[in-house]
């Protein structure tokens, strides 16, 4: 007996040294077939040489990818090396000795096989000869089984079982060798499930999906694509059978693939391994069909679907022809929009803007009343206009949007001014601005948001019989480059049910029918702010209680001005300054403390007259008296004025400076603020701006009581202004509207030129320099626009003039062709007179006066010889300041221009030339830094207010 039978392989052995290819480790790599023969040798006759059981047991351990297991006859395990180890989770030592092998197969599978080799050889076949009947008979056999690891988990292996004999021929054994084929049998699996879809796919589709391959000549030129597979759908669309396809070429059987480029767009496919989707015009058929094709490299070969869509093709030169027709359509209603536009707003121009002039002069009550309601039902016919316009522009899609820089504090102000007047004429209050942390230096589209709020504001004026209105601008959220700001709008009108809200944003919606026939409207309104909104990053929403008022909210995205910063700027500092807000109205209260606060100013507060005068008798009594008071005109207990009167009234208040808020439009009058010693006016709703100025002023002059005290007025009056000095030409050929336009400016303190069309304002331009033209853009003989262009091609490279366009149409393109033009800005008819406004503060023309009118009467007040003779050496000696600085700006000499300029500001300064001295300041700042880029532009501007000091000198300089 040799060694195999004397003792069972078993255990595990280090290999110490063997022949076959090592591995990386050192370890001897087998493949699985050659395991039977290795063993075999291990057996061989005593006479041969053989390999030691060592040896062996070290080539069996190295084969760790393959499980090896050997058997005796009667099934124990004799070999149990490390890859069955590994594969199975048992150790040889729990397996070797044992006779249990359906420890690791499954017992269902053992006896199918059984009874599958039963049937087959005619005799019972079960347990351990289940694995090795076949092998028993001389065949090897290879079979794929289910093992069960250790841990319970399942996989499938490949066995093949061998018998192993001695010299003799008896079986001594049986050699199992397992190879994991898990992974390889679901890929397997997973193929054929793909293949079945594949092929259900390309059986049920609709698109025709055809396989072609490559045939190229022997310098590997594409010559021809042969057909490889068809669906059944290409038999279809093809009307031909896979048969008379399948192995023939593409241009076999379509040659005319050449001429249609279709076979160009599939050689491109395969040489470029590119993916293309095209639509084809075949001519094979007839009548010729459209298809739309994909394809897609594979192999050296493509694969295309295609798809009929000749009756697509057929409904979109339908559509094409409806879409042309609809925009023909959607043009002529545009003109007829814009036409009637301007054929409606020229008479209502001359309509409201004549009342507008006209409610401006004397009348007794009944005329004014008859005035104000033809202004009242012309604007509202104009708003019916403005929101039909509007909406029309939204549903098409076409309103548009721009982006530049723009103050949101001046531009909230700007209209809640514009609208004090119909909260006036309500007898309710319009109050609130903007908090005062809020950025206001952003970038976005201005005229919108003016749109927005307006529709809002009067919105709540309209639905509140009283009360108040009140608008508080704050900031939500803050980036480095980005602003998101919540506008409210709060009103103390009829509110809104709750049944109206969920639809109050939809078109012709109002709270009910009943309000819509008191207070009028189209209800577009709410629709266009809810479009405005949306359109520029924001929503809208409303929170309201029947009865009590409502309250609607708008967030907005703007983005910074470039080089603003996040931070907010430190504000400026009163020190030991105090000042009582006297205010009834609690909006209008918590609004003035907030911005007295952001200056770091301590402050008190009253709500009536007598609770003011108690808290500054006690203050005074304390020996901290209040230096200031901002005192509301409307108060519960007394006026304002009255109030005033007291104050001024008691000794112990006598340091006490007074600034008076008025209602908009009722001025109080001169007699007025001298009873009650009133040192500043400011009208409500209050421009942040103007308060600060007015609180400067106050509290300068009573941190130094040393310098006599004069009265510095500060009040917004609506009769004429001095004389500006901005040269303005109005273009406008209808005698109506000129009256209206020179009116309003008349009113606003400017003069004005006219000319009836584009050719007058050319001969004009040739006699005269202008800094502003109102253009307006329909004209006979020659537009506005083309005016315009005219004079752009003469000033091309100097000089530009401000040219401001005014039109009755409002239509989508309107502004963007007047900008086109070479105009600067754009302001709608009728004109509106803070609209008008506003668009001439925008190009420049400053709001201040050339010269104080106060300190030239102080002047006056010390002597009429002496202020002739300071007028004499001023205008002999000041223009010569202004040689000076081009002279030094010429030699770069900035220590000479900073003299000049300083020396000049000093001299105007003594007029109140506040205009000249700013500009003087500028040229000083930039001489002293070393900056002379812009000067010479400076310089000029310096000039222009000189000129424009001195002739105001000689002619108002007396006072009357």
């Known amino acids: 007996m040799n060694e195999l039978t004397k003792a069972p392989l078993g255990g595990r052995s280090v290999p110490s040294n063997g022949g076959g290819r090592r591995g990386r480790t050192g370890q001897i790599v087998l493949a699985p077939a050659c395991v039977p023969e290795l063993v075999g040798a291990a057996r061989s006759a005593p006479d041969q040489p053989s390999m030691s059981m060592a040896g062996l047991q070290a080539v069996l351990d190295a084969a760790t990818h393959v499980a090896i297991i050997a058997f005796n006859p009667e099934g124990t395990i004799t070999v149990f090396n490390s890859g069955a180890e590994k594969m199975l989770g048992y150790t040889s030592e729990e397996m070797v000795g044992k006779t249990e092998s359906k420890l690791f197969h499954l017992e269902s599978e053992t006896i199918a096989r059984g009874v599958e080799l039963t049937n087959a050889i005619g005799r019972r076949v079960q347990g351990f000869d289940a694995y090795v009947e076949t092998a028993r008979n001389g065949e090897p056999e290879e079979q794929e089984w289910t093992y ?223 005035a104000e309601t033809i202004r009242n039902s012309a604007e509202l016919l104009l708003g019916l206009i403005n929101d039909i316009l509007d909406f029309s522009k939204i549903e098409a899609g076409k309103l548009t949007f721009e982006e530049v820089d723009f103050d949101l504090r001046k531009l909230v102000e700007d209209t809640l001014e514009m609208m004090a007047g119909q909260a006036v004429a309500k007898g309710i209050e319009l109050v609130g601005g903007v908090d005062p942390e ?59 049910r709750p049944e109206t809200r969920g639809r109050l944003f939809q078109s012709f919606v109002q709270e009910d029918s009943s309000t819509s026939r008191k207070f009028g409207g189209t209800g577009l309104g709410l629709a266009i702010c809810k479009s405005l909104a949306e359109a520029m990053n924001g929503t809208i929403g409303v929170e309201s209680t029947p009865g009590q008022g409502s309250t609607f909210w708008v967030t907005l995205k703007f983005s910074r001005q470039i080089g603003t910063s996040a931070l907010l700027q430190n504000p400026p500092d009163f020190a030991d300054a105090r000042v009582l807000i006297v205010e009834n109205n609690e909006t209008s209260r918590h609004f003035l403390q907030k911005q007295i606060v952001a200056w770091r100013i301590d402050n008190g507060c009253a709500r009536t007259g007598e609770e003011a005068l108690a808290m500054l008798h006690q203050a005074a009594a304390k020996n901290v008296p209040y230096p200031l008071a901002i005192i509301d005109t409307q108060l519960p207990d007394m006026d304002g004025i009255a109030l005033a009167q007291r104050i001024h009234a008691a000794p112990e208040l006598s340091e006490t400076r007074l600034i008076l808020l008025t209602p908009f439009g009722k001025p109080i009058q001169s007699a007025e603020f001298k009873k009650g010693s009133i040192a500043a006016c400011c009208v409500k709703p209050v421009r942040q701006s103007a308060l600060f100025d007015c609180v400067v002023q106050v509290l300068t002059k009573a941190a130094n009581p040393s310098e006599p005290w004069q009265r510095q007025l500060s009040i917004r009056s609506t009769g004429p202004l001095l004389a500006r000095r901005e040269r303005i030409l109005l273009a406008e050929d209808n005698m109506v509207n000129q009256k209206v336009a020179l009116g309003n400016l008349r009113k606003l303190g400017y003069r004005a030129d006219v000319a009836a069309n584009g050719l007058e304002v050319l001969h004009a331009l040739e006699s005269k320099q202008y800094d502003i033209i109102l253009m307006d853009c329909q004209m006979p003989e020659m537009d506005g626009y083309e005016a315009t262009k005219k004079i752009r091609q003469r000033e091309r490279g100097g000089h530009r003039t401000w040219i401001i366009a005014m039109t009755a149409n409002v239509m989508r393109g309107d502004r963007e062709k007047c900008l086109s033009a070479g105009m600067h800005d754009y302001i709608s008819k009728p004109l509106h007179r803070p609209e008008l406004r506003m668009a001439l503060e925008r190009c420049g023309a400053a709001p201040q006066e050339p010269l104080d009118g106060v300190v030239l009467s102080n002047l006056w007040e010390d002597g009429e010889g002496e202020i002739d003779e300071l007028i004499g050496l001023f205008t002999a000696s000041a223009p010569t300041y202004i040689s000076d600085m081009r002279r030094a700006l010429e030699k770069a000499s900035t220590a000479d221009l900073s003299m000049a300029a300083h020396t000049l500001k000093g001299s105007c300064s003594n007029f109140g030339a506040s205009s000249l001295r700013d500009v003087c300041i500028q040229i000083e700042q930039a001489g002293l830094g070393g900056n002379l880029n812009g000067i010479s532009k400076l310089i000029d501007s310096a000039g222009i207010e000189l000129s424009c000091l001195i002739e105001n000198l000689q002619s108002n300089c007396k006072p009357t």
């Open 438 to 496: 809020v950025p206001a230096k952003l970038r976005g589209d201005p005229g919108r948001v003016h749109q927005l709020l307006t529709n809002l504001v009067s919105n709540a004026i309209k639905f509140t019989q009283f009360g108040e209105v009140a608008i508080r601008v704050t900031t939500e959220m803050e980036t480095e480059s980005d602003v998101f700001v919540r506008v409210e709008i709060k009103d103390t009108g009829i509110g809104i």
């Open 148 to 370: 069960v690891r250790k841990d319970g988990s399942h996989l499938t292996v490949s066995l093949v079982v061998t018998a192993q004999h001695n010299t003799v021929g008896t079986i001594i054994g049986f050699l199992g060798v397992a190879t994991d084929v898990t992974a390889r049998k679901k890929a397997e699996q997973e193929s054929k499930v793909s293949g079945e879809r594949l092929n259900a796919i390309l059986n049920g589709s609709l698109d025709g999906v055809i396989v072609y391959e490559s045939i190229r000549d022997d310098a590997g030129v594409l010559r021809d694509l042969r057909f490889a597979m068809v669906n059944p759908a290409t038999e279809k669309l093809m009307r031909m059978d896979a048969y008379d396809l399948i192995g023939h070429t593409l241009l076999e059987i379509f040659p005319n693939v050449v001429a249609d480029g279709l076979f160009e767009k599939f050689s491109k496919i395969i040489a470029e391994n590119e993916t293309l989707d095209f639509e084809h015009l075949s001519h094979f058929t007839d009548p010729p069909r459209w298809y739309r094709l994909a394809g897609v490299k594979l192999g050296d070969g493509l694969a295309v679907s295609y798809g009929e869509i000749t009756v697509r093709k057929h409904y979109e030169e339908q559509l094409q022809g409806a879409k042309e027709r609809a925009e023909l359509a959607d043009s002529a209603k545009s003109d007829f929009l814009a036409n009637m536009s301007h054929e409606i707003r020229t008479p209502m121009n001359g309509v409201i803007g004549m009342t507008r002039l006209l409610l401006d002069t004397s009348m007794d009550a009944e005329q004014q009343g008859l």
